[in-house]
């Protein structure tokens, strides 16, 4: 709406997303949709709301819907995000996250026939990834000699596993010898560590 806000960049969140402070600011309308979003601490979200313009760099749009979430997000050197660019977005190009640079590169999909990676690199590793119809980006990993299939999320600032598979492969239990308390969800779920085991 011709304000410069900054946005996570969520590649594991289906939907752009908007907080409702910023939306009840600029009195943006809140309108209720049939769809349920939960997030990962199960937190529910059903309202959406619709934004007069919405653009990254010289790539701006109209009238853009957005999901609403009704928390707001912390302070992290010196920016609060005010929302969340989600998927829905970033599929429609070729996405290069340069964190070296701290760069986002958004690439037209109708580009020339060349190499994905064309700047110079020693090293390179490519690997299949399946885009899911949730718009996750899901791909093969192995721990500890398991195959587990994978969700990259740029919204997370560390890795995790589910606790089942962490119970079925592994024998680990939030229980375990070792387990270390390092937080908890937003619904208060708390979060474990088990130091030294992954390869």
């Not at 070296?100 to 190499?115: F, M, V």
């Not at 890795?159 to 079925?168: R, Y």
């Amino acid at each position: 709406a011709g304000e410069t806000h900054y946005f996570f960049i969520g590649t594991a969140t289906p939907y752009t997303s908007i907080t409702a402070s910023v939306a009840k600011t600029h009195h943006f309308p809140a309108e209720h949709t049939d769809i349920r979003f939960v997030g990962l601490s199960g937190e529910v979200y059903d309202k959406m709301t619709t934004v007069p313009s919405f653009g990254i760099g010289r790539l701006l749009s109209g009238s853009t819907r957005l999901l609403m979430v009704e928390h707001d997000y912390p302070t992290a050197n010196g920016i609060t995000p005010d929302g969340t660019l989600g998927a829905d977005f970033l599929r429609a190009y070729d996405v290069e996250l340069d964190f070296g640079a701290g760069k986002l590169n958004l690439i037209s999909r109708e580009h020339c026939n060349i190499e994905p990676v064309y700047w110079p690199s020693q090293t390179i590793a490519k690997l299949p990834m399946l885009v899911t119809d949730l718009n996750k980006i899901t791909f093969k990993m192995t721990l500890d000699g398991h195959d587990l299939q994978t969700i990259l999320n740029t919204e997370m600032s560390g890795s995790s596993i589910k606790l089942s598979t962490a119970t079925s492969l592994f024998d680990i239990d939030n229980n375990t010898p070792g387990n270390k308390a390092v937080g908890t969800l937003a619904d208060g779920t708390p979060l474990f560590a088990q130091i030294g085991r992954a390869h």
